[in-house]
C-alpha cells in the first residue's frame, strides 16, 4: 500500500493540517519528508498530523518527525498528533516520542 | 494449515529495494496470523521485521541487484525471524540507544526491535554482513 498525503493550512487555528492515509516506512519517508518541507517552506506553522487512516508507521517515519520538530521547535512550534491507531500509539510510547510531541485525544 | 507443525521454515530472498518492504509484512501477516498470534502481536512483529529490513536496505552496504535473505521459523508456540545481509556489516557497539531529549533519529530502528520482541540476537562484524534474529512466542491462552 501506499501513502496517500493532504495537506491544507487552518487559518483560524494557524497550523498545517496534514491528513496521511496508508502506510510509512523506507519506501514512502521520503514523500512525507519532502511533503513536510514544501509547507514549512511556504509557511512556518505547527503541524497536527490526522492518523485517522494511517495504517502503518515505522523508524523511518519517526525519523521524519523528529528531523522536522528539531526545526520547529527553534521556533516554539510542535508538532500535533490526533487519532491514532493503538499500534503507532504504542510505537510512539516505546519510543518515548509521545512526551516530545502533543498526542492529541 | 491446522495440521500439528514441530518446525517447519520458510525463506525469502529479496532485492535490496524499499518497495519489498510492504511486501514483506504482507508476508509476515499471513504467517503469523496463520499461527494464531493476535492483532496486537502481529503488528510488534510487522514493525520489527521492517525495522530489520530497513536496515539491510540502508545499512548493508550492497546494491539494488544483491538480494538479502528472510527466514521464518514455525514452531508451536513460537516465531523465529532471521534478516541476513551480505554486506559490510557495522560495529554492534556503535549502536546506542536513542536519545529522544536530544532528538536524535539514529539507532531507533534496533531500539524498536528491542521492545517489540521477545528476544533479539544481531550477528554483525566488518565484511561478514549482518544477521538479526527475533524470536515472539505466543501467549498462552488465558
Redesign the interface.
Known amino acids: 500500500m501506499a501513502l496517500k498525503i493532504q495537506k491544507s493550512f487552518n487559518e483560524e487555528e494557524q497550523l498545517w493540517v496534514l491528513v496521511l492515509e496508508g502506510e510509512v516506512d523506507l519506501h514512502t519517508a521520503g514523500i512525507l519528508k519532502k511533503a513536510v518541507n514544501e509547507m514549512l517552506e511556504e509557511k512556518k506553522g505547527s503541524i497536527r498530523i490526522m492518523g485517522d487512516q494511517l495504517e502503518y508507521i515505522d523508524s523511518t517515519g519517526l525519523s521524519v518527525f523528529i528531523g522536522t520538530l528539531k526545526q520547529l521547535q527553534k521556533e516554539n512550534l510542535n508538532i500535533l498528533v490526533r487519532n491514532l491507531k493503538p499500534s503507532i500509539k504504542k510505537l510512539l510510547n516505546i519510543t518515548g516520542l509521545d512526551k516530545i510531541l502533543v498526542v492529541e485525544n | 494449515m491446522n495440521h500439528e507443525i514441530n518446525r517447519e521454515m520458510i525463506e525469502l530472498s529479496i532485492p535490496h529495494r ?2 519489498y ?2 511486501m514483506i ?1 504482507l508476508t509476515v501477516t499471513a504467517i503469523a496470523s496463520s499461527m494464531g498470534f493476535d492483532i ?1 502481536d502481529i ?2 512483529i ?2 520489527a521485521l ?2 530489520a ?2 536496515n539491510a ?2 545499512h548493508g552496504g550492497c546494491s539494488a541487484e544483491e538480494n538479502f535473505v528472510v527466514q521464518f521459523i514455525r514452531e508451536q508456540k513460537r516465531l523465529t525471524i532471521s534478516v541476513s545481509d551480505f554486506g559490510k556489516g557495522y560495529s554492534v557497539q556503535t549502536l546506542q540507544d ?1 536519545k ?2 536530544e ?3 539514529g539507532g ?2 534496533i ?2 526491535i528491542r ?2 520482541m521477545d528476544d533479539v540476537k544481531i550477528k554483525t562484524g566488518s565484511s561478514q554482513g549482518t544477521s538479526i534474529t527475533m524470536i515472539k512466542n505466543l501467549r498462552e491462552e488465558a
Open positions: 524499499s518497495e518492504v510492504s509484512r496486537e503488528e510488534d510487522k514493525v521492517s525495522e529490513c530497513s536496505i540502508m536513542p529522544l531529549e532528538l536524535n533519529e531507533l530502528g531500539f524498536i521492545s517489540l
